[in-house]
C-alpha cells in the first residue's frame, strides 16, 4: 500500500444527483455520483461535454445545490454550506480578473475582503506570487500579461488564503496547444508544492494522464471508473472507457478453448495469444470483443506471417515520437480500419502494401459482446 493509499480522505461525495428543469421538461445532469479525494491528491474528473464533470465541481464549491445526496469536507456536511464559508479556492476558465487592477492587487484581493492585517496581506501576496514564478509582473495589469501568465495569476489569487481545497474548471482551455503542455506541468508543480487537495475538470485525456494522482471517468452524469492514469489506461473496466482514453482497436471474435486462447475472427482468421491475461482466458467457447491499443499490435512486412491478421496499409503517419500506420483489415467481408503504432518505420512497408499484424496477448483484453452499444453511443 502506497503513502498516498494510507492519506485520509478530505472530500467524500455519496450519492450525489442534480436534475435540471421544470415539469414539463427535466434534464439529469448527475445520477448516483459518489467518490472519495484524499488528502493532498490532484484528483481528475474527466469526460466529454455533458457528462457532468463540471455539475459535480459546482456542486462541491456551493453554486449548485444537489437534488440529492451529500458532501462531506472534512467529516463536515458541507451541502448545504454557502460558498464563501466553505474556504474553497476556484479557477475558472475565463480566469475571471479584475482588469482596472494591478497584478498585486488581483492577488490581494480575497485576503482585503478578509480584512487580513496590511502586513500580513503583503506578506502572503508576495509569496504566492513567488511560488507561480511571477514577481515581476506585480505593478502589471492583466490585459499586459500573456495567458499563460493570467492563469497563473488566476492560480495565486485562489491560493493566497490557504483554501483547504482547490477547484480548477478546465482552466487550460482557452490556451494553445504548446502553453496548455506548459502550463499543465506548472500547475502541477504548484499544486504539489502548495500541497493542496485538488480538483481538476477537463475534457482532455493526455492533460488528466500527465498530472493526475486519480481520474474518475465520467459519461452521462455518471461515474464509470476510478483510478490512476495508468488503471483507467492500460486496464478501463468497459468499452465506453476504453473508446474515450487514447487510441483501441475492437474487433469481435471468439475465444476458442485451448492450453493457449485461439481467436477466430469473422474474416475466417484466427491467432493464438501465447501468455494471455486471465481476462482472455475467462472468455474461452464465448464471442467477446477484443480491445488493443495501436501500441500492443505490431506490423510485419511479410504478409504471409502465421498467426496474424491480415490487411493492407492505407495511410502511415509521422508523429514524431511513433508513427502510425492506418491498416484495413476484413471482418466478415466488410472493412474495418485499425490503428497500430511503432517507435519507427517497419522496412519495406509502404501505403498499398499488404501486411501482417501481430497482437501482443499479454496485453490484449477482451470485453462482452453487448458492450458493443457502448460504442455506438460514444
Do not use: W
Not at 23 to 49: C, H, M, W, Y
Not at 73 to 98: E, H, K, W
Amino acid at each position: 500500500m502506497t503513502e498516498q493509499d494510507n492519506s485520509r480522505i478530505t472530500l467524500s461525495i455519496r450519492n450525489l444527483s442534480k436534475v435540471f428543469g421544470g415539469k414539463n421538461e427535466q434534464v439529469q445532469a448527475l445520477n448516483d455520483v459518489s467518490l472519495d479525494i484524499r488528502e493532498g491528491e490532484l484528483f481528475t474528473l474527466l469526460g466529454p461535454s455533458g457528462c457532468g464533470k463540471t455539475t459535480t465541481l459546482r456542486c462541491v464549491a456551493g453554486f449548485e445545490k444537489p437534488s440529492s445526496g451529500r458532501i462531506d469536507f472534512l467529516g463536515r456536511d458541507f451541502t448545504s454550506i454557502p460558498p464563501f464559508r466553505r474556504n474553497i479556492g476556484m479557477v475558472f476558465q475565463s480566469y475571471a480578473l479584475f482588469p482596472h487592477l494591478s497584478i498585486f492587487e488581483n492577488v490581494a484581493y480575497g485576503l482585503r475582503i478578509r480584512k487580513l492585517p496590511r502586513k500580513d496581506t503583503e506578506q502572503k501576496v508576495n509569496r504566492i506570487i513567488q511560488l507561480v514564478g511571477l514577481e515581476a509582473t506585480q505593478k502589471r495589469k492583466p490585459s499586459e500579461l500573456s495567458g499563460g501568465q493570467q492563469q497563473r495569476i488566476a492560480l495565486a489569487r485562489a491560493l493566497v488564503y490557504d483554501p483547504q481545497l482547490l477547484l480548477l474548471d478546465e482552466p487550460l482551455s482557452n490556451l494553445d496547444a504548446k502553453l496548455r503542455v506548459y502550463m499543465r506541468e506548472e500547475i502541477r508543480r504548484i499544486q504539489q508544492q502548495a500541497k493542496v487537495t485538488t480538483i481538476y475538470v477537463t475534457h482532455d485525456q493526455e492533460e488528466a494522464l500527465s498530472i493526475s494522482d486519480r481520474i474518475a471517468v465520467m459519461h452521462a452524469g455518471k461515474v464509470s471508473q476510478v483510478g490512476t492514469p495508468d488503471e483507467i489506461y492500460e486496464n478501463p473496466n468497459t468499452i465506453r472507457v476504453a473508446d474515450f482514453i487514447g487510441q483501441a482497436n475492437f474487433l469481435t471474435c471468439e475465444v476458442q478453448a485451448n492450453a493457449d486462447p485461439v481467436l477466430r475472427f469473422r474474416s475466417g482468421e484466427q491467432i493464438t495469444l501465447t501468455n494471455s491475461s486471465d481476462n482472455v482466458r475467462g472468455y474461452q467457447d464465448t464471442e467477446g470483443i477484443l480491445f488493443v491499443r495501436p501500441e500492443q499490435m505490431e506490423v510485419s512486412a511479410a504478409a504471409n506471417h502465421p498467426n496474424s491478421l491480415k490487411g493492407q496499409v492505407k495511410v502511415i503517419l509521422y508523429l514524431g515520437s511513433v508513427v502510425r500506420y492506418y491498416i484495413e483489415i476484413f471482418q466478415d467481408h466488410d472493412p474495418q480500419e485499425i490503428l497500430v503504432d511503432q517507435d519507427r518505420r517497419v522496412h519495406g512497408v509502404g501505403v498499398g502494401d499488404a501486411v501482417a499484424v501481430l497482437v501482443h496477448g499479454q496485453e490484449a483484453k477482451l470485453f462482452p459482446t453487448e458492450q458493443r452499444q457502448q460504442l455506438e453511443k460514444a
